[in-house]
């Protein structure tokens, strides 16, 4: 995903855009640019690579201006080239506009852009369209040319436009992208994220879908698609600048992995009552709707889809809903049996994830209830469902996700017990249960994290391997599912994750000596099972090191190496064992030298299909 800033004001727009930028950097990119308006015409600089590189071509008085908007590129359409990066310019230099999103009409777009109107086009972006329609539409009043520009733009986009010839505003545009605004003692923002303004407001309006956003150095207009002013309350940003700092960790991902204690404590709180009681009343959920509840779908991507895989299990135990767990990206296209009996559970930490706002959207057009589960307060996710449930985790930076899995998790264990509840499924003593070993998880996380040492240790010794295995059985599935992902993702190892039932259906025949190969045996009634896997393992001659609870005195009998969690219920031991898959792939990563924050070819947010 692409970052956007704008700022008009009295201040420098120069430092206000880089700052801007620069509080954007977490989420990776491959060139940055700005454009500022000055003395009536556009200046617009931009460089491939660091931010760094821009700074060096934005110096001395030249650059001196109240008005601007800056990019940094996550390159989609064209190579991350200087040509390619944004602001693109319309062909009379008197236009710029910065893109996050995708134009999926720019193809027609461009070629009646150049036959019908002989445009040249500089770039190879999607984006570089909007500056020459914009252009086009133009005729002294620039929210109307942006008004008829995004009418004919189909896609998902936030951008925002300046015009040399109307140097106090910015106009920005909204459809499917995150957009926010704000005003500042300086004057006025524009952003494509939270962390972007928060040195100047955290006082922020929340720009929704087809909404055009006038700035000037007074105020923040807000307009729908008919030009028709809206009220817009502002929403209030409860955390910090530090929040969203490494706070003297050497990486994002290492703080938050450390941060998860809190961040599911916070969960915790923010949804017990003082007798300890769950409380979900603001969702809204009656006793009588949930009865009638035929089926629940949770639809996610990636790690929040695993975290859902878990959730799956916890519905069906407490709450005895028949649920499935969907892949957002193919659950909007299997034509899914969803009625007004179904409830749709959306998991998404960024709330921004368009396969997931698309199968949120899918499942509403088809009558079902939509709750979801996110962790960035007003994202898109968040606003288009019918209920929310924020995690609490904080903001994660890192784009491999850590505390938001366990405290989606968290999350979705109280949801299954409430409905539970609610239908008088579950009881007052199974919930009981389960609460107190809940309010255990964050002493138990502190307990594996207690013990990186040994975690870097492993890690040390195997950082070289290519072939790293992760099995388990029941919701194990799901531990090694997440392992492995979070282990290929920031280390770029070969890493595969298998229900371990399903090993001698064909992927034991890669299993040879150089195999590392993590079993996981945190499932009491699948635990035999697990350790005839582990035999069938280890006589392949793979390498097998064993994930248990502390008081399993059989495994390490069988296991060449065993990391032992606490030991907890194993409802929980999910919740548990991740961290110490966190550290190991945060480790070798580290070992192999990788940007651990910004692995290759991978954003924080993927707001594209
Ligand atoms: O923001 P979301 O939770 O919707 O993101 C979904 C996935 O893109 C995300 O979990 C991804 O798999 C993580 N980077 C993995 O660490």
């Known amino acids: 995903m692409c970052g956007i800033v704008g700022y008009v004001g009295t201040g420098s727009a120069k430092e206000m855009l880089l700052a801007g930028l620069s509080a954007l950097e977490y989420r990776g990119y491959d060139s940055a640019g700005i454009a500022l308006v000055r003395k009536g015409k556009l200046l617009v600089r931009k460089e491939s690579g660091k931010l760094r590189a821009l700074e060096a071509k934005v110096t001395g008085s030249d650059f001196d201006s109240r008005l601007g908007i800056g990019h940094t590129r996550w390159a989609t359409h064209g190579a991350p080239t200087r040509e390619n990066a944004h602001p693109h310019v319309s062909g009379d230099g008197r236009v710029a506009i910065v893109h996050n999103g995708i134009i999926e009409n720019f193809m027609e777009l461009k070629e009646e852009l150049i036959l019908e109107h002989g445009v040249a086009f500089a770039s190879e972006t999607d984006s570089e369209v909007i500056a020459h329609l914009v252009s086009l539409y133009y005729e002294g009043d620039l929210v109307e040319a942006v008004r008829r520009a995004a009418k004919r733009m189909r896609g998902a986009y936030a951008a925002c436009v300046v015009a040399a010839d109307d140097p106090g505003k910015i106009v920005a545009i909204r459809k499917d992208a995150p957009l926010i605004a704000g005003m500042c003692e300086e004057g006025g923002l524009l952003a494509s994220d939270i962390p972007a303004l928060l040195k100047y407001t955290r006082d922020i309006y929340l720009i929704e879908n087809n909404e055009i956003v006038v700035i000037t150095k007074q105020d923040v207009e807000i307009y729908d698609e008919e030009r028709t002013r809206m009220n817009r309350a502002r929403t209030h940003i409860d955390w910090d600048v530090a929040a969203a700092e490494k706070g003297g960790y050497e990486h994002f991902m290492l703080k938050e992995i450390y941060e998860q204690p809190k961040g599911v404590r916070e969960t ?295 990391f032992f969690i606490p030991d907890c219920s194993d409802e929980v031991a999910p919740i548990v064992a991740i961290v110490m898959f966190q550290l190991f792939a945060y480790h070798v990563a580290k070992f192999r030298g990788r940007e651990i924050d910004q692995p290759r070819n991978l954003a924080k947010s993927v707001t594209v299909e």
């Not at 850590?402 to 239908?423: D, E, H, M, P, W």
């Not at 150089?514 to 996981?520: E, G, K, N, W």
């Open 268 to 562: 915790l709180a923010h949804r017990l009552d003082e007798s300890g009681a769950i409380q979900l009343d603001d969702l809204g959920f009656t006793k009588e709707w949930a009865d009638k509840l035929e089926r629940i779908y949770i639809v996610a991507c990636g790690t929040a889809c695993h975290a859902g895989m878990v959730g799956k299990a916890m519905i069906e135990k407490y709450a005895k809903i028949p649920c499935e767990t969907c892949l957002s990206s193919e659950f909007r296209y299997s034509d899914p049996i969803v009625n007004e009996r179904t409830l749709c559970i959306c998991i998404s930490q960024s709330g921004e994830t368009s396969d997931t706002l698309e199968a949120l959207r899918e499942a509403k057009r088809r009558g079902a209830e939509a709750l979801s589960i996110v962790n960035v307060v007003g994202s898109s996710v968040a606003r288009a469902s019918d209920h929310v449930f924020y995690t609490w985790a904080g903001p994660e930076i890192a784009v491999a996700s850590t505390k938001a899995y366990t405290t989606q998790l968290v999350s979705l264990y109280l949801i299954a017990l409430y409905l539970g509840l609610l239908r008088g499924r579950a009881t007052e003593a199974e919930a009981g249960a389960l609460l107190a070993q809940l309010a255990e998880v964050p002493a138990l996380i502190e307990d594996v994290l207690g013990r990186e040492d040994s975690i870097r240790a492993l890690a040390r010794q195997h950082y070289k391997k290519e072939k790293i295995f992760y099995a388990g059985r029941g919701t194990d599935v799901a531990t090694a599912e997440e392992a492995s992902l979070k282990l290929k993702e920031i280390s770029y190892i070969n890493s595969y994750s298998i229900a371990a039932g399903e090993l001698k259906h064909g992927t034991i025949a890669l299993i040879t000596r150089d195999v590392l190969f993590f079993a996981l045996a945190t499932q009491t009634k699948l635990y035999d099972k697990m350790l005839s896997n582990i035999e069938e393992m280890k006589a392949r001659q793979a390498q097998v090191v064993a994930v248990a609870k502390a008081s399993d005195a059989r495994v390490a009998e069988v296991a060449d190496d065993t």
